[in-house]
């Protein structure tokens, strides 16, 4: 059972994570940029010449890994989902050089015996060459489906509105290829949910499955592509909470709504009528 003294001062080590520009270019193909090497656009997120980062790369950047399998958490791991990601940029991320920062549990919220807990875990990532502030801050919310009820707080969790009624003023379609999954889990995430089909099946799913932060890149680089003109730097934040698994090779649209700087936005996979993301915001600059 969670202690929740006990995990909200869990004492997390610093993590330094050294980077290069080919974990950059893994990443941007591990999200399927660069699936058409002609196009001059995806061609600067996967080659070295004038690289750029996509701004959902701070995401697998300073993870702090399976910290929950340790039995001292109280949190039944075999139960536990990524409920949801937000990334806020504070200058363009380094596409290398060596990355630090000290995770630290920001809330966990009981929602009750039989309705799960929800871990929020707060990264704010620095790097090496500079101090300063930060350049990026990533929180993962954490959905422990078996871990209700344990006597902790259960307070409101705010979260960006579901997308309007209204059609969207514009849709990006992006393919995933077949071997997806395994390209992304070369950033660091070698869960065999992702790899292996009798692991997958076991889960109960029919194959592999789509890491997550996959799904979230891709729509990232669908709003830099269709709110940024891919001018990565004018991404400055997105919020969005996982809803339904993505299949490696399904075809992504990310339906946008725009007010000013605030995009709305909503992720679907059309071939099975399935949203993937919801609740997802993102802020750009002009």
């Given at each position: 059972m969670i202690d929740y003294d006990k995990l909200i001062n869990w004492p997390f080590p610093e993590i330094s994570h050294e980077w290069t520009k080919r974990d950059t270019m893994i990443y941007a193909l591990g999200i399927g940029l660069g699936a058409d090497p002609l196009d001059k656009h995806q061609l600067r997120f996967v080659y070295e010449k004038a690289l750029l980062a996509l701004p959902s790369m701070a995401t697998v950047l300073c993870a702090p890994g399976n910290w929950l399998r340790d039995p001292r958490t109280g949190v039944d791991y075999l139960h536990v989902m990524n409920g949801g990601t937000r990334f806020v940029i504070h200058r363009p991320l380094p596409v290398e050089g060596i990355f630090t920062c000290t995770p630290r549990v920001v809330d966990i919220v009981d929602k009750g015996k039989g309705k799960g807990a929800i871990i929020l875990v707060e990264r704010?990532?620095?790097?090496?060459?500079?101090?300063?502030?930060?350049?990026?801050?990533?929180?993962?919310?954490?959905?422990?489906?078996?871990?209700?009820?344990?006597?902790?707080?259960?307070?409101?969790?705010?979260?960006?509105?579901?997308?309007?009624?209204?059609?969207?003023?514009?849709?990006?379609?992006?393919?995933?290829?077949?071997?997806?999954?395994?390209?992304?889990?070369?950033?660091?995430?070698?869960?065999?949910?992702?790899?292996?089909?009798?692991?997958?099946?076991?889960?109960?799913?029919?194959?592999?499955?789509?890491?997550?932060?996959?799904?979230?890149?891709?729509?990232?680089?669908?709003?830099?592509?269709?709110?940024?003109?891919?001018?990565?730097?004018?991404?400055?934040?997105?919020?969005?909470?996982?809803?339904?698994?993505?299949?490696?090779?399904?075809?992504?649209?990310?339906?946008?709504?725009?007010?000013?700087?605030?995009?709305?936005?909503?992720?679907?996979?059309?071939?099975?009528?399935?949203?993937?993301?919801?609740?997802?915001?993102?802020?750009?600059?002009?």
């Open positions: 704010k990532i620095f790097d090496k060459a500079s101090s300063g502030e930060p350049v990026c801050t990533v929180t993962t919310r954490t959905f422990c489906r078996g871990d209700g009820g344990f006597g902790g707080p259960n307070r409101p969790q705010p979260a960006p509105p579901k997308a309007p009624g209204t059609p969207p003023q514009a849709s990006v379609e992006i393919s995933t290829p077949r071997n997806a999954a395994l390209i992304y889990r070369l950033n660091g995430d070698a869960n065999p949910i992702h790899a292996d089909p009798e692991v997958a099946r076991a889960a109960g799913f029919k194959e592999p499955i789509l890491h997550g932060l996959c799904t979230f890149g891709v729509a990232t680089h669908a709003l830099v592509k269709g709110c940024c003109d891919y001018d990565p730097s004018r991404l400055k934040s997105v919020d969005a909470r996982y809803t339904t698994p993505v299949i490696p090779g399904d075809t992504i649209r990310t339906d946008i709504w725009r007010e000013g700087s605030i995009i709305r936005f909503r992720s679907v996979v059309p071939a099975r009528d399935a949203v993937v993301l919801d609740y997802a915001q993102a802020e750009i600059s002009a």
